[in-house]
């Protein structure tokens, strides 16, 4: 007997097959559409998401099947697992800065309100109630350090290195009588050597208007400093059973040698490549031979590059070059004199070849 529909069915009943057929939906049509593998065409197909490259890829032969995948899953990042025991499930928030100190999660409120004050009323409230005086001494000092590098064009990454100098001074307590202009000016010195874009004595003078004589004293100051603290480091590191890592260390820097000094002041006059590097062969083997013992740096790159310039048919009057170097072009000549007297142990035939070069270029002395 065939049951209506809404009508109750006794236990053991199976219902008709013609009324399940008319309880059903009408056809539609499946505009789901799926992405087959178009070499297995497996169904259901083993589709893999590489999030890390962004490709979709198939499980089975490998076929890329779509690219630029977004990932849709959590974003469980975590910026502190030294300090939390790897285990911070943080969503929010940027990466700490380890130029400053403190958690660096306060809110700022800034003036966006229109004019009409209430926003400044607050950010002064809220300054007051979040001041922290060392963390503002070092803000200003690296806007100072910024400044300065970015007026004489110094690389990023010593300015990077000042500013982590000028922390460990400040962290320290150190030279608490010493002006800050001072052991800006030390850190940045150290930092273009350690760098190896080393400037001179007065050229952070220039840059700084502290005087030679003090930045050499602070300089000295903080080498001895640093040291000191490095060994203390690695003493304690030794201490509690790890491995010391020598990149990490802090290396006594040495003393500006001519040939680094050449790659600048060549590139400063515009001078080739081939030239800067004959420069530098010249200048180390000047140390070599001795022809300029005694002579600071800054004279010895100077008169290379005046030998040198000439030599490579670029030839470079000591005047030029002395505005660039910042040395007085009789010096040139004179250092220029005892460099001509050796040229037959100083010049390398293969600078020569194919015409690059003429000795009898050099100027007469």
């Known amino acids: ?16 097959p013609a009324t399940a057929a008319k309880a059903e939906e009408p056809w539609r049509e499946n505009l789901n559409m799926q992405v087959i593998c178009r070499e297995c065409k497996e169904f259901p197909p083993n589709l893999v998401e590489e999030f890390s490259s962004g490709d979709m ?6 076929l890329v099947l779509g690219d630029r995948i977004v990932d849709t899953r959590s974003e469980w ?12 499930p943080s969503r929010v928030g940027d990466g700490a800065n380890p130029l400053l100190n403190g958690s660096q999660l306060q809110t700022t409120i800034s003036f966006g309100d229109g004019g009409s004050g209430r926003s400044r009323d607050l950010h002064r409230a809220q ?13 200003a000092a690296y806007k100072e350090i910024g400044t300065l590098c970015d007026a004489w064009n110094i690389p990023k990454n010593v300015s990077d290195t000042a500013k982590h100098l000028f922390k460990m001074v400040s962290d320290a307590g150190a030279f608490r009588g010493k002006s800050q202009d001072a052991i800006i000016a030390g850190c940045i010195f150290i930092a273009c050597r350690q760098c190896k874009v080393p400037r001179t004595f007065r050229e952070i003078f220039a840059l700084t208007k502290v005087s030679k004589k003090e930045i050499g004293r602070v300089f000295k100051s903080l080498e001895k400093f640093f040291a000191m603290q490095n060994e203390e480091k690695m003493a304690t590191m030794v201490q509690a059973g790890g491995v010391v890592n020598p990149n990490d260390s802090y290396n006594t820097t040495t003393s500006t040698k001519a040939q680094e000094l050449c790659i600048r002041y060549c590139s400063q006059l515009g001078l080739s490549a081939k030239c800067t590097m004959v420069s530098q062969e010249l200048a180390d083997k000047m140390s070599t031979v001795g022809s300029l013992a005694g002579r600071s740096p800054l004279s010895a790159a100077a008169a290379c590059i005046y030998f040198a310039s000439h ?4 030839g470079k009057s000591a005047k030029e070059i002395s505005a660039v170097a910042g040395v007085s072009d009789g010096t040139i000549r004179t250092s220029y004199k005892l460099l001509e007297a050796e040229k037959d142990k100083l010049i390398n035939l293969d600078w020569l ?7 009898k270029l050099l100027p007469k002395v």
């Open 311 to 314: 030599l490579m048919r670029q």
């Open 1 to 16: 007997m065939a049951n209506l529909p809404g009508q109750a069915m006794l236990p053991g009943t199976l219902p008709d």
């Open 57 to 62: 890829v198939c499980g089975t032969c490998g």
């Open 127 to 139: 300054n007051k109630a979040t001041h922290d005086k060392g963390t503002k001494n070092l803000l």
């Open 77 to 88: 990042r975590t910026f502190s697992n030294d300090d939390q025991g790897n285990d911070d």
């Open 353 to 359: 070849k194919d015409g690059k070069g003429d000795i």
